[in-house]
């Protein structure tokens, strides 16, 4: 992901904003995909562990999937999840636009600069496997979204600041906030992992491929409706109101997560 904004960024013409030339891009991510395609398939790989230990149906492992979703720690669960990756696709999807509309910098130079969204993500992840060592997974991701947060509430004044006649040749040239605000990754990037492990943890094994197929769903349905959301906001309003919404679902992930952690006690008092 994070060398993808640069082969995007490769293609796009700064002299001629109207240009379709970065549609060639999706030449080279077709070739990308063969390679990665047969590289997949002369790996060899060893299935023979594996055992079906149901012999379920398609339909009967669906239905077992909804039913999991009326359980209230589930329940709880998806709506973290869902709103989490509402937020960080939102935002990753339309941070570009930001920095072409509202910090006006070059096309291709808004692309580039979005890459640091996608390192603070990576490097935050990181970060937090040695923190949640040493603390409880709560408090850590509580601190994270307030850290999100107040980060909106810095990085977005310091948007509206910028002088948008002050020409922007590169990254030495670029405001402040066009780095500032990346760094949100680093503050939301523990959150999805963190509560996968803990819901999947708090599940029997034999629910745990049911539980799964929810969270590719509901983060799949999360990221289609941040983008949609977002871009509606940036057409309507502008890009700072755009990204001042993502406090509400940072406000109700807080609410979830109290919820959640509450639910996961309980289950570990009864065991």
Same mark, same amino acid.
């Given at each position: 992901?994070?060398?993808?904004?640069?082969?995007?960024?490769?293609?796009?013409?700064?002299? %001629?904003?109207?240009?379709?030339?970065?549609?060639?891009?999706?030449?080279?991510?077709?070739?990308?995909?063969?390679?990665?395609?047969?590289?997949?398939?002369?790996?060899?790989?060893?299935?023979?562990?594996?055992?079906?230990?149901?012999? %379920?149906?398609?339909?009967?492992?669906?239905?077992?999937?909804?039913?999991?979703?009326?359980?209230?720690?589930?329940?709880?669960?998806?709506?973290?999840?869902?709103?989490?990756?509402?937020?960080?696709?939102?935002?990753?999807?339309?941070?570009?636009?930001?920095?072409?509309?509202?910090?006006?910098?070059?096309?291709?130079?808004?692309?580039?600069?979005?890459?640091?969204?996608?390192?603070?993500?990576?490097?935050?992840?990181?970060?937090?496997?040695?923190?949640?060592?040493?603390?409880?997974?709560?408090?850590?991701?509580?601190?994270?979204?307030?850290?999100?947060?107040?980060?909106?509430?810095?990085?977005?004044?310091?948007?509206?600041?910028?002088?948008?006649?002050?020409?922007?040749?590169?990254?030495?040239?670029?405001?402040?906030?066009?780095?500032?605000?990346?760094?949100?990754?680093?503050?939301?990037?523990?959150?999805?992992?963190?509560?996968?492990?803990?819901?999947?943890?708090?599940? %029997?094994?034999?629910?745990?491929?049911?539980?799964?197929?929810?969270?590719?769903?509901?983060?799949?349905?999360?990221?289609?409706?941040?983008?949609?959301?977002?871009?509606?906001?940036? %057409?309507?309003?502008?890009?700072?109101?755009?990204?001042?919404?993502?406090?509400?679902?940072?406000?109700?992930?807080?609410?979830?997560?109290?919820?959640?952690?509450?639910?996961?006690?309980?289950?570990?008092?009864?065991?």
């Amino acid at each position: 992901m994070l060398s993808g904004y640069f082969v995007f960024s490769g293609f796009i013409d700064d002299a %001629e904003p109207g240009s379709l030339a970065w549609f060639d891009v999706y030449y080279t991510l077709a070739a990308l995909s063969f390679l990665a395609f047969f590289v997949l398939l002369f790996t060899r790989l060893d299935e023979s562990g594996v055992e079906h230990s149901s012999s %379920e149906s398609a339909l009967q492992d669906f239905i077992s999937m909804l039913k999991l979703c009326f359980k209230p720690l589930v329940l709880t669960f998806v709506i973290s999840i869902f709103l989490y990756v509402l937020i960080e696709q939102g935002i990753m999807s339309w941070l570009p636009t930001f920095n072409n509309k509202i910090l006006s910098l070059p096309a291709s130079l808004s692309i580039q600069m979005t890459s640091m969204l996608a390192g603070s993500i990576a490097l935050g992840r990181f970060i937090a496997g040695f923190v949640s060592k040493k603390i409880d997974w709560y408090p850590m991701l509580v601190a994270s979204l307030l850290l999100a947060a107040a980060l909106v509430l810095v990085a977005l004044p310091l948007a509206e600041s910028v002088d948008s006649l002050h020409p922007v040749t590169g990254w030495l040239s670029a405001p402040i906030a066009a780095f500032v605000f990346p760094l949100i990754g680093l503050c939301l990037a523990p959150i999805y992992p963190v509560i996968n492990s803990v819901m999947l943890s708090a599940l %029997e094994k034999n629910q745990q491929a049911a539980m799964t197929g929810l969270i590719v769903v509901f983060s799949a349905l999360g990221g289609t409706t941040g983008s949609i959301i977002t871009g509606a906001l940036f %057409e309507h309003f502008d890009g700072a109101t755009a990204f001042y919404s993502s406090l509400i679902p940072i406000a109700i992930i807080l609410l979830m997560l109290t919820l959640f952690k509450r639910q996961t006690d309980k289950i570990a008092h009864v065991s």
